[in-house]
């Protein structure tokens, strides 16, 4: 037999009256070589100069990739994902196989 636990709880709100707030942590130094860059960086990514990750190269095989892929969603094409089938591989004729048998099941 279990024993069962009559439990209350009370909701206690407390005000706070005191509105200073204290910063933590270290204090910064706004001359530092630190801080220093990373006013510049965050000027730089205000500006919009901020060049991030490994530059493209406008002829090179991928971006002329991505341009006909661009091109044919624009065109509205329908887009393949993934490696296309080979209808001849030993898999491919398993799984007709397969098929074959569960629609004989599904018919009877």
Known sequence: MKKSKNTTTEVVT???VNNET???GRPVNAASARQKRLAELEA???AGECKRGRPTVAGSARQERLAKR???VA???ELK???PVNPNSARQARLNAAAA???KIIIK
């Open 14 to 16: 407390v005000e706070v």
């Open 22 to 24: 204290k910063k933590l």
């Open 44 to 46: 730089k990514r205000a």
């Open 70 to 72: 661009a091109e044919k």
């Open 75 to 77: 065109n509205g094409n």
């Open 81 to 83: 994902r993934g490696r």
């Open 101 to 103: 048998e569960t629609e």
